[in-house]
């Protein structure tokens, strides 16, 4: 297997090394759920924020580390500022240790076994876990192997030291963001159907004279499909000029190609699809067979989505 690749090629980040954000839609607001992912009250959220339960200053919680490392050099590592800006942020509460708020400067840790959040995010302090967002190209399919002999995610995912897997699926004509990752919980989660994450779509098909007003309306209301009802969350019209069009869908449910048969029982066959979005992560400027490493803030966002 490949060595690891610098970071400028895992990132796929164009020459310039500057990286545009997604036009179509910015990262939601992280939604915290519990441990069977339903989604917690406004008290529950803050108290997570803030700390499940509020460890007084000078009385560190259970899981102290004798011989552990110091929280604010761990902090400080994960990109929080200097030790100093660190102390400032346990100072103020805003770091829990396993669910505890921690005032206690100086507090040993084991990044490797306890779980730190800070402002409601949870941090990745083990090194050993990677979660790398693809843009799948068209005609790829999404499997690790493929018996017919087409392309597969192998390629992509062989680029890595660590042996990852795709999170859920995209079909051989759609191309689009795959999240690919060695974190088994994290990847369950995602496609677990209770914690409902959002993905967004960008959807091109033929429509002489523009598309009917009541296609988006039919969108967001509901179709009906052959396994049951399906509904876009949010549907808007992005571009038309009387030959084609470019449709925006945002949906939370996983069924095999629902959104291409979503069009196709409103009469519409896609000639491009693309996922755009899921939860907060965006596609960005990725070409297709492009890939890169999730920022800090992607991956605590994400995670604090699905109860991480």
Known sequence: MADRPSSSSRRGAP???SRRRSAFTPPRAVRLRDDQGRPRSGNAAQSTRSGADDTPAGDPPAQYAQDGERLQKVLARAGFGSRRACEALISSGRVTVDGKTVHTQ????DPARQV????GRRLQLDEGKTTVVLHK?????????DPEGRRDLSEFADQYSQRLYHV???DYETEGLLLLTNDGELAHRLTHPSFEIEKTYVCRFHAPGGPPRSLVRSLRDGVELEDGPARADKARVLAQDGREAVVEVTLH???NRIVRRMFASQGFELTRLVRTRIGPVLLGDLAPGQMRELTDRELGTLMA???L
């Open 137 to 145: 190209p068209r005609k790829v399919v999404s499997a690790m192997s």
């Open 106 to 109: 100086g507090l040993r840790i």
């Open 253 to 255: 449910e996983g069924r």
């Open 15 to 17: 020459a310039s090394g």
């Open 116 to 119: 730190v959040h800070v402002d």
């Open 305 to 307: 989505e699905v109860g």
């Open 168 to 170: 859920g699926r995209l």
